[in-house]
C-alpha cells in the first residue's frame, strides 16, 4: 500500500507527465474522430494501462486508491477524454476480467502485451435488443469439439475498429436465460470476427467506437473465460470495478475545469469589476468546487472499500452517477461562465461537455444506476 504522500507524488507525476507530452492536437483529432495512437504510445510507455495489474504480468501493482489518484492526475493534465475512455475500457472491461477470471495461462498469454499496450482490448455485450437489459443478449455460442462457434452481433464496442482482444459475452444455453450467459476471449483474426462498421458518436470521438458480427467466428476451447454459464458473474463483477474506476480522471477534469473558470473570472472585468464578484457567477463556482469535493469523496470511499477487498456494487453505481452528473453540470456551468468566448471550439469547452454526457449512458445509464442504488435500499 503507498502512503498519502506517494499518492499526492504519482497524481502530480501524472499532472506533469499529461502535460508536457499529450500535447497531440485535440480539436483536430475530435474533428476527424481519429484515435490518439501516439498518446495511447505515450501512456503505455509511462506504465499507465498497468497501473492496477500485478507486477507479474508486466504491471506496477498500484493498490485501488493510488490508481484512483494516478487517473485523476491524468484527467488533470490530460484534454483527451476519447484517449483515456479508451484506456479506461481496456483497464476495466478486458483486462480486469482476464486478472479475475483467466486461467493462468490465460493472463500469461494477454495481460503482458496489454499492460505495454502493444495489443488493444474491449468488451463486448451489447446488442440492438439488449440494452439496459443487457441479460436479453441474443448472441449464441454453440460447443463444436476443440471450439465454441458464436454467432450474432454487438454494438457500441469502444475500441471495436482498434482492438485486438474482444471479451465477447454469448449465450450457450439460450433455454437457461442468463445463467447460460458465457464470456469467451476473441483475437480480431479469428475467423468469423467481423468489424461490421465504424461508429460516428457526439463526444469522445478519439475513442473509437463499432458494430461487431459474429459469424460462425471459432474460438479455441482455451479462449472461454471463466466457466460455462459464469458470464452474468462476470460482467457484474467487471461492472462493480468499471463503474467505480471509470470516471476517477472526470475528477481530474472538472478539478482542470474548476481552476480555469477561477482564473477567468477574475480576470474577465465587465462592468468595470471582475465577472466573479458578480454572485451568480461565485455561485456557480461555488457549485462547481462543492460537486468535485463530494464526487471525490464517493470515489476515494469506493476506492477504499475495493482497498479493503470489500464489495462495493452500490458505491460503484452512486459513484458512477454523481461523477457523470456533475460532470456534465460543471461543463454547463464553466461555458456559461465563459460566456460566448465558452461556445467557441478553440476553447475546448463545448468538446469537454459533448464527451461529459457520454458518461451519462455508458456502463449503464443514470438511470439504471438509480435502480440499483433504490434496489440497495430495499425498493
Ligand atoms: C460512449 C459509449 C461507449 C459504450 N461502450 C460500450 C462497450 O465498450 N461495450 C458495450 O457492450 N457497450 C457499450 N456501450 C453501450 C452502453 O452500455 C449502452 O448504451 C447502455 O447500457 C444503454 O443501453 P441502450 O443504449 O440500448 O439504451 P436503452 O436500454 O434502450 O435505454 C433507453 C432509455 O431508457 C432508459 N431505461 C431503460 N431501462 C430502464 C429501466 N429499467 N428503468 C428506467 N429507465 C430505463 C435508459 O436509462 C435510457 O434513458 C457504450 C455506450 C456509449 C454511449
New binding site residues.
Given amino acids: 500500500m503507498f502512503s498519502f504522500k506517494e499518492q499526492v507524488e504519482i497524481k502530480e507525476k501524472l499532472i506533469e507527465f499529461a502535460q508536457k507530452s499529450l500535447i497531440e492536437d485535440i480539436t483536430k483529432l475530435d474533428l476527424q474522430e481519429e484515435f490518439n495512437l501516439e498518446g495511447w504510445r505515450k501512456c503505455a510507455a509511462w506504465g499507465i494501462m498497468g497501473m492496477p495489474i500485478p507486477q507479474e504480468y508486466g504491471g506496477k501493482e498500484l493498490d485501488s486508491l493510488t490508481t484512483i489518484y494516478a487517473l485523476e492526475g491524468l484527467g488533470y493534465g490530460c484534454k483527451d477524454n476519447g484517449l483515456l475512455f479508451s484506456i479506461a475500457?481496456h483497464i476495466w472491461?478486458c483486462e480486469f476480467p482476464i486478472l479475475t477470471f483467466g486461467t493462468q495461462e490465460q493472463k500469461l498469454k494477454y495481460l503482458p502485451s496489454l499492460v505495454k499496450g502493444e495489443i488493444i482490448g474491449?468488451?463486448?455485450?451489447?446488442e440492438t435488443e439488449a440494452?439496459?437489459?443487457?441479460y436479453n443478449l441474443k448472441t449464441t455460442a454453440t460447443r463444436k469439439g476443440d471450439r465454441y462457434v458464436l454467432n450474432g452481433s454487438?454494438i457500441?464496442?469502444?475500441n471495436g475498429t482498434i482492438a485486438n482482444l474482444i471479451l465477447v459475452f454469448a449465450n450457450l444455453e439460450p433455454a437457461l436465460g442468463k445463467r447460460g450467459i458465457t464470456g469467451f476471449l476473441v483475437e480480431k483474426d479469428f475467423p468469423g470476427f467481423i468489424v461490421k462498421k465504424k461508429m460516428s458518436?457526439m463526444g469522445?470521438r478519439t475513442a473509437q467506437?463499432a458494430e461487431l458480427l459474429l459469424d460462425n467466428c471459432e474460438i479455441p476451447v482455451s479462449n472461454r473465460l471463466g466457466k460455462e454459464g459464469a458470464g452474468m458473474a462476470i460482467f457484474s463483477h467487471s461492472m462493480e470495478w468499471e463503474r467505480g474506476f471509470i470516471l476517477a480522471s472526470a475528477i481530474g477534469s472538472m478539478e482542470r475545469l474548476l481552476d480555469q473558470c477561477v482564473q477567468y473570472a477574475k480576470q474577465r472585468q465587465q462592468f468595470q469589476q471582475p465577472i466573479g464578484k458578480f454572485q451568480q457567477i461565485s455561485s456557480k463556482l461555488v457549485d462547481m468546487k462543492l460537486r468535485l469535493e463530494t464526487a471525490r469523496g464517493l470515489l476515494y470511499k469506493f476506492g477504499w472499500l475495493k482497498q479493503m477487498g470489500k464489495s462495493a456494487f452500490m458505491e460503484a453505481a452512486m459513484t458512477k452517477l454523481y461523477i457523470s452528473e456533475s460532470w456534465v453540470q460543471s461543463c454547463l456551468d464553466a461555458l456559461q461562465i465563459h460566456g460566448g468566448y465558452g461556445y467557441l471550439t478553440e476553447l475546448e469547452l463545448e468538446r469537454e461537455l459533448r464527451d461529459a454526457l457520454?458518461s451519462r449512458?455508458?456502463?449503464?445509464?443514470?438511470?439504471?444506476q438509480r435502480?440499483i442504488i433504490a434496489q440497495f435500499m430495499g425498493l
Wanted: proline share 0%.
Fill in positions: 475500457a472491461a474491449g468488451h463486448a455485450v451489447t440494452g439496459s437489459d443487457v454487438k457500441f464496442v469502444t458518436k469522445l467506437m457520454g449512458v455508458y456502463s449503464g445509464t443514470s438511470e439504471i435502480q
